[in-house]
DNA sequence: GCATGTGAATGGATTCACAGCT
DNA sequence: AGCTGTGAATCCATTCACATGC
């Protein structure tokens, strides 16, 4: 079934709009750079990628292209902010104020272009009152409820070790989170209607190791 | 074509090892609870996976089931550990000595089991000399090759600014290290025989983002 | 002519379903 | 009876190849 533009937005896989972000991101330089038109080849170059894929990725959101010539690099750039929904500003929570949650709190993708992190939460008293390097609060856990209405938040980030995740992804259900973002070792299980993606730092290094064995063992040239 | 034990190894994806890991650290859990044996179905509950994966993935590597009775815990943990090459220990090192790499370095996941993290290394002699909350040094930039060398690391972790990630990555190659970890959200021209694993961080947020808005705009329920 | 947009073909990964072992 | 191991079937993603339009 060929997919229209608008119509079947939820049939959009995840490796797909994964790549969109990519696209934005190169859109973003080519624009920075002056440049008023791209095909789709010369995206595919630039990533390792096969040019009908772009095309395809593209066409899911309507036909932004001119034949002959390729793609306006400002109008789809627009395009995607806005099919990405980053075209305004999400609030975000992070819980955990450990070594992770404080270097996720003052990592610049998080900060811009349409993320906002309003807070930390922890329940460890001794953290709260002070603040990241770039000047994101640590707040008792205690508020979270209060913290999410009051400041729109509907994205939250685990940082918390493995075995509390669990009960901080249900409590952030509760206060009203419709998404969030993983980063403890574990299987949640889900509550209708709140989305989870989990980043397993762990994982990637294992599947190195996997990789550096199988050189060692020369099964690999 | 049937995928027979120890053949082929460099056939299998990176979809399979990722699962491999999440296997493992069920038997890890398991063992630690005196539970004996395991069935595909049982594993395939705990996660939301098919049983018949879960048997396909592990038939990969040998026959280590009984039919009738299911996986014995702590002899499928050891025979993963040994696949997954996690049966001894691997040095790492961290480049780059900011937020995000203070966080790596301390991170429980990247210093156990299998891994070590030996130092990170920084061009800001601010940086140097100093050490994390958990006593990993922060070494100048220049001692890379020695390093490496010295403390035999095989696996670099790049925690710098997206502009500077190529570099990085070249020289790390040039010392030696055959497998990158890369938190830089660029995509980097590989050298043949030096592997690279990305985690774009941002991406995950713009995911999430994409799905909140079709939230809101009604296209899910 | 040139590059998009898209059906058709291919290639992989997942799931089904059952033969075979305990 | 129960569960593994696996060919066959299905599903999904990628790539090809070309009709379509600038």
């Given amino acids: 079934m060929g997919r229209t533009a608008n119509s079947d937005r939820e049939g959009i896989s995840e490796l797909t709009t994964g790549r969109l972000s990519v696209y934005l991101r190169c859109l973003t330089f080519l624009e920075s750079q002056g440049q008023k038109t791209v095909s789709s080849?010369?995206?595919?170059?630039?990533?390792?990628?096969?040019?009908?894929q772009i095309r395809k990725d593209l066409a899911c959101f309507g036909e932004f292209g001119t034949r002959g010539v390729g793609y306006d690099v400002s109008r789809l750039r627009r395009q995607l902010v806005e099919t990405l929904g980053i075209?305004?500003?999400?609030?975000?929570?992070?819980?955990?104020?450990?070594?992770?949650?404080?270097?996720?709190?003052?990592?610049?993708?998080?900060?811009?272009?349409?993320?906002?992190?309003?807070?930390?939460?922890?329940t460890d008293a001794s953290k709260t009152g002070k603040t990241s390097r770039q000047g994101i609060p640590v707040v008792a856990w205690e508020r979270l409820g209060e913290l999410v209405r009051?400041?729109?938040?509907?994205?939250?980030?685990?940082?918390?070790?493995?075995?509390?995740?669990?009960?901080?992804?249900?409590?952030?259900?509760?206060?009203g989170v419709l998404a969030v973002l993983n980063?403890?070792?574990v299987q949640i299980r889900l509550r209708h209607g709140v989305k989870v993606k989990s980043v397993d730092l762990r994982i990637n290094l294992e599947s190195l190791s996997f990789h550096l064995k199988n050189v060692e063992d020369g099964v690999i040239a």
Avoid: C, T, W
Wanted: proline share 3%.
């Fill in 41 to 52: 080849h010369e995206l595919a170059e630039k990533f390792h990628l096969n040019s009908a």
């Fill in 87 to 122: 075209d305004r500003v999400r609030n975000a929570i992070i819980v955990g104020a450990g070594n992770l949650g404080m270097a996720l709190a003052d990592y610049a993708g998080f900060n811009s272009n349409g993320f906002h992190i309003v807070a930390m939460l922890d």
């Fill in 150 to 175: 009051r400041n729109r938040v509907d994205i939250g980030i685990i940082a918390v070790p493995g075995e509390h995740a669990q009960h901080v992804y249900d409590a952030l259900a509760d206060a």
């Fill in 183 to 185: 980063f403890a070792p």
